[in-house]
């Protein structure tokens, strides 16, 4: 069982999108449990590509490919993992403040964390504040994700944070984009901020108590 498993690690790392998938069902055939393919073969994973992309070992082009492979693999196990009732990391709200149109960060951020096991809603871009509260009404998240990547947007960034925090929801505040450092998170009173990807994911299982 451990050898496909870490076969499934290997090719995951590497971005072969065309042999996950066999080896995801290969694993299911030999009978081992869907949720132990997830957690010891593919989020294995990406427990070393993020690292290895924070430490800037490995760059946006294969961190993608990384990810394109794991979700081949994840195709094969949704259904299964659906009806199992397999448990996330956690739920996570992202998207990017009004005013902002740019979501290619915001993207890979939540690829690095739907990769991680976190279940991820993603809003898009431009959203408000009320569109913010609404989606934090429904689906009562773990963590919500701000991103601006425009100085124009800190604004925006700083009052959704702001209002987010005196309705008293529940929800930890991460928040992320070019233009944003630590300084401007702790200023702002965020919980946590994320460079990238890879921090964001440390940063979320930080916040919520996750070894």
């Known amino acids: ?3 496909i498993l870490k076969e499934i690690t290997d090719f995951v790392i590497e971005g072969e999108d065309e042999e996950v998938p066999e080896l995801v069902q290969q694993a299911l055939d030999e009978g081992i449990d869907a949720d132990i393919i997830l957690k010891e073969g593919l989020v294995a994973a990406m427990d070393v590509v993020g690292p290895r992309m924070a430490a800037g070992d490995m760059y946006v082009p294969e961190v993608l490919m990384c990810a394109d492979a794991m979700r081949a693999g ?3 196990l949704s259904p299964i993992l659906a009806e199992e009732g397999s448990e996330s990391l956690g739920k996570i709200i992202i998207g990017s403040v009004e005013g902002d149109l740019h979501d290619i960060g915001k993207n890979l951020v939540a690829m ?3 990769s991680s096991g976190f279940e991820v809603i993603d809003l898009g871009i431009n959203q408000s504040i009320p569109k913010f509260e609404m989606a934090i009404q429904e689906h009562d998240p773990d ?3 701000l991103s601006a990547l ?3 947007t800190m604004p925006a960034l700083k009052e959704t944070t702001k209002v987010l925090k005196e309705k008293g929801y529940r929800s930890k505040i991460i928040v992320g984009g070019a233009p944003v450092d630590q300084c401007y998170a702790d200023e702002i ?3 946590g901020y994320a460079e990238d990807g890879a921090g ?3 940063c979320s299982k930080r916040l ?3 070894a």
């Open 150 to 152: 425009l100085t124009t």
């Open 189 to 191: 009173g965020a919980d």
């Open 200 to 202: 964001a994911v440390i």
């Open 143 to 145: 963590i919500v994700a």
């Open 1 to 3: 069982m451990e050898a």
């Open 112 to 114: 690095m964390l739907e």
């Open 208 to 210: 919520l108590n996750i």
């Open 74 to 76: 994840l195709e094969i």
